[in-house]
């Protein structure tokens, strides 16, 4: 398989992601590929107020605002280890945030950066810890003008 010019790896820090990381270096080449980092926010958390056990308006707001700012920590972090990681091993890399739906948003960046290869990771194991946010896996392959690699998690 010949090194495309642009692969789209879809990361947010899990196990499944580093498993779709590793996969990524191994079909890239330095000093010719590079790598779009994807990490999306799910969708999921625009809803999460605490409505259930907060009992005020100005108490909600304020929780809003301390998910979002954990949200935003854990993303600069994941970014800078991810830019990092690349460089050590003489990669480029861009990176691009997104808040949406996982499968509509791998969908519209591969298009943008004119992606050659995607590349993500594999669903989580049952009775692993974490966030369960899904990618739509038929909506982002009939999506896609490119070829998906998934890592695997044997």
């Known amino acids: 398989m010949q090194a495309p010019s642009v692969l789209l790896l879809c990361h947010h820090g899990t196990g499944g ?5 590793q996969l990524a270096y191994a ?7 590079t790598i779009v980092h994807c990490l999306v926010v799910p969708e ?21 605002h301390y998910v979002e700012q954990l949200l935003e920590k854990d993303a600069k972090l994941e970014l800078a280890a991810m830019a990092a990681r690349c ?9 691009v945030v997104r808040f949406g ?10 298009a943008e950066e004119k992606a050659g290869l995607v590349v993500i990771g594999p669903p989580r194991p049952k009775g ?6 899904r990618m739509d896996l038929e909506r982002l392959v009939r999506g896609l003008a490119c070829p998906l690699l998934v890592a695997s998690g044997k």
């Open 44 to 64: 999921l958390w625009a809803g999460m107020q605490g409505d259930d056990w907060l009992n005020n308006a100005s108490t909600r707001d304020s929780f809003a």
């Open 101 to 110: 739906d996982p499968a509509d948003c791998a969908v519209a960046i591969a």
């Open 128 to 133: 692993l810890p974490g966030l369960r946010s």
């Open 87 to 95: 460089s050590g091993r003489g990669l480029a890399c861009r990176q």
């Open 17 to 21: 992601a580093a498993l779709a990381e």
């Open 27 to 33: 079909v890239a080449e330095p000093g010719q590929t």
